[in-house]
């Protein structure tokens, strides 16, 4: 129906940065909006970064000033781009996506991927 993809994860040293980047495809009617969020091992899934499709933010206080999240309505794609990154930025990434479809037009439905690994080296 919806497909969400991530990609662009990968190891890196601590300081280095990286760049995500996550297309939402199918059944889509209009994306409202889309979000970032992290698993650690062992740990609970949470809120990274989230863009509206008029272009509000929204980001983890831990991530502030490092990273940034934007959006290409165009294309249904999310980015978030990963500055200054620290060993406890290692996690699973998660993409969601909050869209209408052709099969719900009034009620938004959250679609998710697979997740991309990102591990920071310190």
């Known amino acids: 129906q919806v497909q969400v993809e991530e990609s662009g994860g990968g190891l890196v040293q601590a300081g280095a940065s990286l760049r995500l980047s996550c297309t939402a495809s199918?059944?889509?009617?209009?994306?409202?909006?889309m979000g970032w969020y992290r698993q650690p091992p062992g740990k609970q899934r949470d809120l990274v970064a989230r863009?509206?499709?008029?272009?509000?933010?929204l980001y983890a206080e831990s991530v502030k000033g490092r990273f940034t999240i934007s959006m290409d309505n165009a294309k249904n794609t999310v980015y978030l781009q990963m500055n200054s990154l620290k060993p406890e930025d290692t996690a699973v990434y998660y993409c969601?996506?909050?869209?209408?479809?052709?099969?719900?037009?009034?009620?938004?439905?959250?679609?998710w991927g697979q997740g991309t690994q990102v591990t920071v080296s310190s």
């Open positions: 969601s996506a909050d869209v209408l479809t052709m099969q719900s037009l009034e009620i938004p439905e959250d679609f």
């Open positions: 199918g059944n889509i009617f209009a994306v409202n909006g």
């Open positions: 863009i509206t499709w008029g272009g509000s933010t």
